[in-house]
Structure formats: structure tokens, C-alpha cells
């Protein structure tokens, strides 16, 4: 008889694989967005490296406000360098971005004073060292700004970009194959012929997460299930992708034959078929060549969570993120007892109220693991571990926010 491991035993298999080097490539800053960066980014100077204006006004000597009266000797526009200094009695007009001139040490804003010839008549004083940017304000030389790990967004390009950093060095995105075997299944655009046959949507819906979370995707179909065509297409995928997802075929019935041939034809490392979830308890992991096979069951809210719980976290080591599953704490509206000895993971609606996250199960179906509309609007996943305890109203638990994935 089939051993079934728990949840925390599955995960700790996935997170002990070990894919060896993840290959990099260089990019252009623009053409990284949303890649994983595969260097540290450090600072080789000082930002700004002098101290410099935030805004248009006039640099002074901060004590010289006292005499309410200071004369203008020169204009000091951004992208220059101004030859004279402020002494005592003296200011330059001086602009946002321009560095401050020598001898000054504040700023006081053009709103702040009155023109009168080539003074400036001071209305509102200002606090020691106001709108002067000191050196290193931004970053300093040999900070680490931004870690291995991180996915570079506009943030990240902006700095970058004032590095005068062009090009930068990223993992290379894995490619997960991704197919749903069934031969009463039908793809999109195919004619049903009898009342026995179902559309799928499960390839594509792992498709659209494997996307999501950055990945590149093979899409292979639907494939009929008969053992020779299920290891052609096993055999193919393996030889172009990273990583290879099923959808059906994993389950005890007489035409399940995706284990079959996963454990006899391609005499893969199976790390495990088995688990004590609800739902899922099914899927199928296994190793080929350092390439991962993830057989997901048929269900289409199963395949979806598992593609979710399994799929998801080995794309982001794949691809070298730092990355995981956002998983918070939220609290329930309602008594929601444990049904089972299982891991259960229950689709239910979240909100953000008043610094916390809510949930509740309003609108949301219950039957078998194939209602797929339960994850619409703004889904989360509650989460009860097999030895929890009933969950009361009030109480807080952990929920998988699907919206943030």
C-alpha cells in the first residue's frame, strides 16, 4: 500500500533538491525588469559625492540669518561649478541639483525671502543645514544596495541606472512544460462529440501561474491517455524544460497511467506520490536528469493549489529568487472546524481592514476539488495543519494571499 508523507515532509524533499549552478545572462537594465538579479550591486562611490541643493534658493551661512539682510554675489545654476563662495553677508542663488557653494552650509527656499536689487530680505528663517543634501545621503561607497536575489523592478533599474550601470548579470528564467492528459478531456476550440467529454482548463491555468511568477512555458496540450503517448510526451518535454507539469493520471484508477509511465517507462526518482493534503492528496513528484516532473491531480481547484504549493516554490529557486509563498496571518468570521486529519487548504474571500486581514466564506461553493470559480475575486487560501484545532470566530490563522502570487 501507497505511503502517504505529510505536507511539511513534502516541502522539505523539494527544498533539499539540489539543481546545481543556475545559469546567468546579461542583460540590458530594461529588458531585466522582473528577471532575479545573480550579483550584489555595490556602490563604487558616494551618492552625492558632494554636498548638493534640494531645492531652488539662495545658499547662506546659516548665522547670517540673524541680520535678516544678506547680498546676492552670484548664481550657481545645476551642472556647474561656481567659482566664488559665500563668506559672511553673503549668498549665492543656488538651484535644485546644483552642488552648494563653498563656505555655505543651508539653504533657505526662494518662498522663504523677498528680492530687493541684490539683497535677499529674509521672511521665514530656516533650521541649520535645511535642503542641503550631505554626501552619502543617497548611498555610500561599498554599500550593498541591492542583494543577490531581488527582482528588479523600476526601483531597482533607477539605481542601477545612477551606478551607470547598462547591462547586468540575471538568472536565466526556467522553462516548465506544461500538458493535461485525459482522453475525455478537450482543448480549447475542439467540437465535443458525446456528454462524456469536459474542457480543459488546467493546462492553461498553470500555465498563466508558471507566468506569472516569471517563468518561460511549453505548452504541450492535451495528451490522450494511453501509456506510449503519455512517454513521448514525458520523453519530449524532458529534453527542452526545466521543469515538467501533468495534469491527471496520478490518482487508482485503471487509466491513470501518468505514474506508470513516470515509475516504469522513464525510471524516473520518484521523491514522493503521495500526500496528506486536502486537496491534492494525490500529485506526484519525481526527478530525471536534475529535471523536475510534477504530476498534478486532474480536479481543477486540486491541480490549481498544487500547482500553487509545488509548482511555484521550485520556479523561484529555479530561477534564483529570494521569493516565497505570502502566506499571512488573518482572522476568521466564523467557527470553521477541522473536517480531517489532512493539511486542508479552503479557498476563501480576504480583505484588508483596519491594519489586519479578514476572511470569510461567503459566496463560496463546497463539493468536490473541481470548483475553480472559488478562487475569483479576492481569493486566499486558509490554511489548518492536520494537527491543528478547530478555528473559532476570532481567531487567527494562516491564509496563502492568491493575489499577491
Known amino acids: 500500500m501507497r505511503k502517504f508523507i505529510s505536507f511539511d515532509e513534502s516541502l522539505e524533499k523539494l ?29 563604487d562611490h558616494n551618492s552625492p559625492a558632494h554636498p548638493t541643493s534640494g531645492m531652488d534658493g539662495y545658499a547662506i551661512k546659516f548665522a547670517d540669518q540673524e541680520t535678516n539682510k544678506i547680498k546676492i554675489t552670484d548664481k550657481n545654476p545645476a551642472g556647474t ?23 555655505s552650509d543651508t539653504l533657505i527656499p526662494i518662498e522663504n525671502v523677498t ?5 535677499i530680505i529674509i521672511d521665514k528663517s530656516v533650521p541649520f543645514g535645511f535642503a542641503t543634501r550631505n554626501i552619502g545621503e543617497n548611498y555610500e561607497k561599498d554599500e550593498i544596495l541591492i542583494k543577490k ?38 482543448d480549447l476550440g475542439e467540437t465535443q462529440t458525446n456528454e462524456a467529454q469536459i474542457r480543459s482548463s488546467n493546462h492553461l491555468t498553470v500555465e498563466a501561474l508558471a507566468l506569472k511568477c516569471g517563468a518561460n512555458t511549453l505548452q504541450m496540450g492535451v495528451i490522450e491517455d494511453d501509456k506510449k503517448s503519455i512517454t513521448d510526451l514525458l ?42 493534503v486536502k486537496p491534492g492528496m494525490h500529485i506526484l513528484v519525481a526527478l530525471k536528469d536534475k529535471k523536475l516532473i510534477i504530476a498534478l491531480p486532474g480536479f481543477a481547484y486540486s491541480s490549481t493549489v498544487c500547482a500553487v504549493l509545488y509548482l511555484l516554490p521550485m520556479i523561484y529557486k529555479l530561477r534564483g529568487a529570494s521569493e516565497k509563498l505570502p502566506i499571512v496571518k488573518a482572522k476568521i468570521t466564523q467557527d470553521f472546524p477541522l473536517k480531517m486529519p489532512k493539511t486542508i487548504f479552503s479557498a476563501c474571500n480576504v480583505s484588508y481592514e483596519k491594519g489586519e486581514y479578514i476572511i470569510n466564506f461567503d459566496g463560496k461553493k463546497s463539493g468536490t476539488s473541481a470548483i475553480l470559480t472559488n478562487m475569483l475575486d479576492n481569493p486566499a487560501l486558509l490554511i489548518q495543519k492536520e494537527d491543528s484545532s478547530d478555528l473559532k470566530a476570532g481567531d487567527y490563522a494562516d491564509i496563502l494571499l492568491l493575489n499577491q502570487l
Do not use: R, W
Not at 542583460?27 to 532575479?36: P, Q, Y
Not at 528680492?115 to 539683497?119: L, T
Not at 531581488?150 to 506544461?178: D, M, R, W
Not at 487508482?252 to 500526500?275: R, S
Open 149 to 186: 536575489g531581488a527582482k528588479i523592478g523600476f526601483a531597482e533599474v533607477g539605481v542601477l541606472a545612477s551606478l551607470n550601470i547598462s547591462q547586468i548579470e540575471v538568472y536565466i528564467n526556467p522553462t516548465v512544460a506544461i500538458a493535461s492528459t485525459g482522453t475525455e478531456i478537450l
Open 235 to 276: 520523453n519530449n518535454a524532458l529534453t527542452k524544460a526545466d521543469i515538467v507539469v501533468t495534469t491527471g493520471g496520478v490518482s487508482v484508477g485503471d487509466y491513470d497511467f501518468v505514474q506508470d509511465v513516470i515509475k516504469e517507462e522513464l525510471n524516473a526518482d520518484v521523491l514522493f506520490h503521495g500526500v496528506n
Open 81 to 103: 561649478v561656481v567659482k566664488s563662495a559665500v563668506t559672511s553677508g553673503t549668498c549665492i542663488k543656488t538651484f535644485t541639483g546644483s552642488l552648494m557653494p563653498q563656505g
Open 15 to 43: 527544498n533539499n533538491i539540489d539543481f546545481g549552478k543556475i545559469p546567468t545572462q546579461k542583460l540590458f537594465l530594461t529588458n531585466a525588469v522582473n528577471s532575479i538579479l545573480a550579483v550584489d550591486i555595490i556602490a
Open 115 to 119: 528680492v530687493e536689487q541684490d539683497y
